[in-house]
């Protein structure tokens, strides 16, 4: 069966190794703090200028000085500091942040991403998603295979304005797992239950598919 | 030396029609609300603002818009504004979209005096278009340059008489480097303090860059979105 977004962020979270600092995106990617393994620890950064960023607070504790990039009301943990923004990106320029996992509205099988503007319709601008995939050592994308239409979303080239070429380097979807090689997308696990058929219909991009694609693993 | 004004109608009185205005705060957090009201009620119009977002409908700089002051932004995201979208599609607004860590990072380079720098960001995109291209190491950069204004405005949690600023928790985001690159610099505190009431060691902006400041009042620090634990 395919994974629903807990299955997503779950799948990522496994990705998470010890000592790790992580720039979780909106959406699928904020879940994944919910996911972390109980004996590692890593450190969340928010780019508007937050390290050691942590859950929700209580009603009581709620401070509006103290915001994420999402602009949702946060706490930092023991350890944690505030800088500026533009400190912040230095961090993520220089290659501080060891992981960004963000959203994306198309992939391309050479590893681009498009995520900042539908033309035409309404844009929203980029924020930090173009510093983050141009900059940042380890890139997962967390999206659903396919559009609303039903449309893969997995592609040889992005239809929508990039926000970055050639850095994405693993997609996690409702069904897969996949990593990005010179050669198109490499199947790496799919969701359990999913057959590698499903997998290969619902990708436009090449696809490199094993002899044998393991189940994800997800508790 | 006095840079103690009365209050923000005073500090920015002499805002012109036409003026570039960059105003920190990131989303609602840290805004400078005092002076925005001020630019209100004083109504200059055909304003630049360089800003990381355009506010709400209702607070922040969703209010001049409201009015039709502004002529055009300079933002990494407008997401959050329907009247901003409205003015958008009509053409009455005009929009400069930035990379957020390229926008930080030029009105840094303006507060340090360096005219041009290299980041790989948006290179390959739309945003590269009519931008100078160079390879350093194997990796693509583009040339960006420094963000001026004539005006930065700024609020911060404490602040003494000589223009030292300390900001508190994620209320750094833009403004400590705005309050650094300004031609003229107004900070609207929290607190306004005496100089020695605030340790050297503690200052995030030195009074050298703060032009004006003075006592802010009645803070609203709407919340976006407020999430709690579950």
Known sequence: MALDKFGIAKRIAKELKDGMYVNLGIGIPTLVANYIPQ??????????????????????AIDADLINAGKETVTVING?????S???????RAGKIDLTVLG??????????????????????????MDLVASAKNIIVAMMHTNPKGES???????LPLTGVGCVKKVVTELAVLTITPNGFQLLERAPGVSVEEIIAKTAGKLIVPDFVPEMVIE | ?????????????????GAIIMLGGFGLNGIPENCIAALVKHNVCELTCISNNAGVDDFGLGLLLQTKQIKKMISSYVGENALFEKQLLSGELEVDLVPQGTLATSIQMAAMGIPAYFTPAGYGTEI?????????????YLMEKAIHADFAIVKAWKGDKAGNLVFRKATRNFSTSMAKAGNITIAEVEHLVEPGEIDPDEVDVAGVYIHRIFQGSNYEKRIERRTTKI
């Open chain 1, 80 to 84: 944690g500091a505030f800088f500026d």
């Open chain 2, 1 to 17: 030396m006095n840079k103690v004004f009365k209050d923000a109608i005073e500090a920015t009185a002499d805002i012109k029609n």
């Open chain 1, 104 to 129: 994306a509205m198309e992939v391309s099988d050479q590893g681009d991403i498009a995520n900042w503007k539908i033309p035409g319709k309404m844009v929203k601008g980029m924020g930090g998603a």
């Open chain 2, 128 to 140: 590269a278009i009519g931008k100078e291209v160079r390879e350093f190491d194997g990796k693509m």
């Open chain 1, 39 to 60: 004996d590692i620890t890593v450190v969340f950064q928010s780019e508007n200028g937050i390290l050691g960023m942590g859950p929700y607070p209580e009603e009581a």
């Open chain 1, 153 to 159: 979303k997995l592609l040889p080239k992005c239809s």
């Open chain 1, 86 to 92: 533009a400190e912040s990106f230095g961090m993520i």
